[in-house]
């Protein structure tokens, strides 16, 4: 990556005989927003505490701007990171707290306070400069807190699950806002959550972290759409997956048949021959149900049982038995006309390009 801020060359982390990080390899540009997204224990924090020099690697490089800072300690690193802590000083202001960063640099108290306030209504919170940290809300809190962090004007700012300790509603609101501060300042945000959604909604980039592995990087339609491993499908969304046996490769695509017209399509996987058995997956959104066969040109089609109706407010999920296994399809509830009852015989299809091959059955 041409002007890439950080860099991870193999990096290992071993604590005792855990591997929590293995051989990661990727770089962050300039003004990204980057999260590393994954379960608990896959090793996003360490990475994260890595890249900042909190945590020594056990193997590999970590580049700042082109230079080996690997054994460098976080305060004689070129580039200024910053680690974005939840917690206030209780007994100082917003405005103080906001500030000390400044005060630590000796900056002279008028400029720390213009600073301040100017950074207080990036956030949207001015007004709120006299008040003490327990007479704010979670969110107003979590907003000094990235205050804090950004008057330093870090090159890069880490965060890690910034937004755990808060309601769900909250979250999303200040995923929002998250992104919006890290766009205005261009401040690079490395970002560590569990959250799929979270992640989706704010990165510009994703690595999806696995047992101490990246098993994918992209942009978050990347992700979602091609989804690369098993694990990567299944952890971001929802999913069906299915066994497939193929029937014919036919140019770029195989065909899997089920009895007269049903038939399951993808793209041609490297390696892919008649008789050898895959994993494939479709999102739920992308199948559609009817009690009409579906038509697709080229696309995949399935007659099958209606299981369940699962009422979501938003979205209906439609569970279907079909030869080739379960597939669930989510219709949105806007959708006028589609009244369909348990035990209905229905007809699902989805789109060939809607189809991802996840790999080889037996993996
Ligand atoms: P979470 O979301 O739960 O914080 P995580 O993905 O951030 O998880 P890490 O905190 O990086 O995961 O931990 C990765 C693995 O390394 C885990 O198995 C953890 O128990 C182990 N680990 C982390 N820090 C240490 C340490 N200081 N000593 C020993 N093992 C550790």
């Not at 207080?120 to 007004?127: K, N, R, T, Y």
């Not at 009690?291 to 979501?312: K, N, P």
């Amino acid at each position: 990556m041409a002007d890439a801020l950080i860099t991870l060359e193999a990096v290992s982390k071993r604590f005792g005989t855990v591997e929590a990080v293995r051989a990661s390899s990727f770089s962050i540009a300039d003004g990204e927003f980057f999260t590393m997204l994954g379960p608990s224990g896959c090793g996003k924090t360490t990475t994260l505490r890595m890249i900042a020099g909190f945590e020594l690697p056990s193997g590999g490089r970590i580049l700042l701007r082109g230079e080996d800072v690997t054994e460098v300690p976080p305060n004689r690193r070129p580039v200024n990171m910053v680690f974005q802590h939840y917690a206030l000083f209780p007994h100082m202001s917003v405005l103080d707290n906001v500030a000390f960063g400044l005060k630590l640099k000796k900056v002279p108290k008028q400029e720390r306070r213009r600073r301040a306030l100017e950074m207080l209504e990036v956030v949207a919170l001015d007004g709120l400069e006299q008040r003490k940290p327990q007479q704010l809300s979670g969110g107003q809190q979590q907003r000094v807190a990235l205050a804090r962090a950004l008057i330093n004007n870090p090159a890069a700012l880490l965060l890690d699950e910034p937004l755990g300790a808060l309601d769900v509603k909250l979250r999303r609101a200040l995923q929002l806002e998250l992104k919006r501060v890290q766009s205005e300042t261009g401040t690079t945000f490395v970002y560590v959550t569990h959250d799929q959604e979270e992640a989706l909604a704010m990165s510009d980039r994703i690595a999806v972290m696995n047992h101490g592995v990246v098993d994918q990087i992209g942009t978050p339609r990347e992700i979602y759409e091609h989804p690369t491993t098993p694990f990567v499908a299944d952890f971001v969304g929802s999913l069906n997956a299915l066994e497939v046996v193929i029937d014919e490769v036919v140019g770029d695509s195989v065909v899997c048949r089920f009895g007269e017209v049903g038939r399951v399509v993808a793209p041609a996987p490297h390696g892919a021959s008649s008789g050898s058995t895959w994993r494939i997956a479709v999102r739920p959104e992308r199948v559609t149900i009817g009690t009409e066969q579906v038509a697709f040109d080229g696309g995949s089609r399935l007659s099958g049982t209606l299981q369940q109706v699962v009422y979501l407010g938003m979205l209906t999920q439609y569970h279907v038995d079909t030869p080739a296994g379960r597939v669930v399809s989510h219709r949105m509830n806007d959708e006028a006309g589609l009244s369909l009852e348990t035990g209905a015989e229905v007809h699902v299809g989805w789109a060939a390009d809607h189809t991802s091959v996840l790999g080889p059955a037996s993996s």
